[in-house]
């Protein structure tokens, strides 16, 4: 099936330093997300991203988040500069429509703040 | 705002026996409503979605009926397999950004 591309599958980084993650979408899909989870609870929604804007974010995209897609490389999930409670896992997922379509999720990023 | 409350976990079964996960939902708007299946070190993917009200989706055996009327969307399989052990979720998507609201998982073990 799809694949939704995920790099790195862990980031060690220390608090109030900068990380980038990754994610590189399915082949002609529009429609990027980006979900958090903490280990062993429920994925939450942060942000999804269309057309070079961001449509939705939630109230856990803070400030020092932000993300972009520049000339259909990947599409990143910045975090300036990182919080303790910033550690979890990061997943990227992608659609073709929007809407009703389904998202393909990537393996996640296991993000570790120190 | 949407939201997903699904059976709480962990669930416990022996291989051959029945699974119910129940799962009921919140929106103002016509959802479309998913399971998704997650394995150890993996992302979501999709088990079988149902856009349609009163229409059932299904998919390695597993199946759920979109009940507009109770709001629910319980997943269900009669005999589960020990390679059905992963987390269950149930999710909506309602509006037209694709946004996913995900219940909060229920952990599957099937013994042997």
């Known amino acids: 099936g799809p694949k939704v591309l995920q790099i790195p599958s862990h980031q060690i980084i220390d608090m109030g330093q900068m990380v980038t993650l990754n994610c590189d979408p399915v082949s002609n899909h529009l429609y990027f997300y980006w979900y958090k989870q903490i280990l062993g609870q429920q994925m939450e929604f942060l942000v999804n991203?269309?057309?070079?804007?961001?449509?939705?974010k939630s109230k856990l995209f803070k400030d020092q988040f932000s993300v972009e897609r520049p000339d259909g490389s990947y599409f990143t999930l910045k975090i300036q500069p990182t919080a303790l409670e910033d550690s979890a896992v990061y997943f990227c997922?992608?659609?073709?429509?929007?809407?009703?379509?389904?998202?393909?999720f990537g393996a996640g990023t296991r993000l570790s703040v120190l | 705002g949407d939201s997903v409350t699904q059976t709480e976990g962990p669930v416990t079964l022996s291989e051959g026996t029945s699974l119910t996960v129940n799962c009921s939902y919140e929106?103002?708007?016509?959802?479309?409503l998913f399971w998704y299946v997650q394995y150890p070190g993996e992302g979501p993917q999709l088990l079988f979605k149902?856009?349609?009200?009163?229409e059932k989706g299904s998919n390695r055996g597993f199946e759920a009926t979109y009940n507009k009327e109770a709001t629910s969307f319980h997943l269900q399989k009669a005999s589960v397999q020990e390679s059905d052990s992963a987390v269950y979720y149930c999710?909506?998507?309602?509006?037209?950004?694709?946004?996913?609201?995900f219940g909060d998982g229920t952990v599957l073990t099937v013994k042997p």
């Open positions: 929106t103002k708007q016509y959802p479309t």
């Open positions: 149902v856009p349609k009200a009163n």
């Open positions: 999710a909506l998507s309602a509006g037209n950004t694709g946004k996913l609201t």
């Open positions: 997922a992608s659609s073709s429509t929007g809407g009703m379509d389904t998202l393909y």
């Open positions: 991203f269309y057309n070079g804007k961001v449509m939705e």
